[in-house]
């Protein structure tokens, strides 16, 4: 493993901890509209995952697995926090589950977004062709596509200022980090050892997701002893920002019975 990286992280709010991991090519602000129904209640640190946002990379980076959870174990060293309820989407969500296979001691609760157990076929090819399409057609076509693969057509129909503020923030995207972990992302497979995870889960998931089918919401689920489900209907693959306040509550709820707020 390489030596971490120091990543840039929102900090705020008092109260048992909830880590919040963003997916391929995003960053935290995936998760504003989330922040403001749990703050009251919960500390929440939202990083920026290395070479997204605001935690630059050098180009030596790697972006293994391992490479990310010693970034997210050294932040949270860094903001003396033993542990924390972990919330990943998408790929944060292949990131929160390695996480709870690698170091459970730290991880207080999983929350599986939009996650899986294994990359499919399908998977790899969504991810392939947001690469052609920005080598060979340039940023706009890449933002129409990734507006058509992310969200739930009756929801930006009803969201444009989203459509347009993508639309401007793409071509000033840098995207090597991402790139390359996607590139990880895509050999992604712990079928072998899930059976195993200790932390309480949470798995939810979109029916209308077009980047993870929701069969691997249903396959989480078979496959992690007492983990739940919640799915939810008329919802595309970015269930915080078209969901925050169902996400909000379902987050809440579930860290309140693996861990109930203190008397008093």
Partial sequence: MNEPIALFARDEGNGRPILFLHGVGGDHTVWNAVVPYLVPRFRLLLPDLRGHGRSPAPESAGYRFEDLEGDLLALLDARRLPGAHVVGLSAGALLALRLGLDVPQRVRSL????????????????AERWAETYAQEGPDALAIRLLKDLYYPDWIEAHMEVADRLREEVPHQDYRGAVRWAREAATFDERARVATLAPSTLIVHAMEDEV?????????????????????AQTGHLVPIERPAETAEAVAAFVDEVEPPPSG
């Fill in 111 to 126: 929350t599986l977004i939009g996650g899986s157990v294994y990359t499919d076929a399908h998977t790899r090819s969504i």
């Fill in 212 to 232: 993870v089918d929701a069969s691997h919401g249903r396959i989480l689920r078979q496959s992690i002893p007492g983990s739940r489900i919640r799915i939810f």
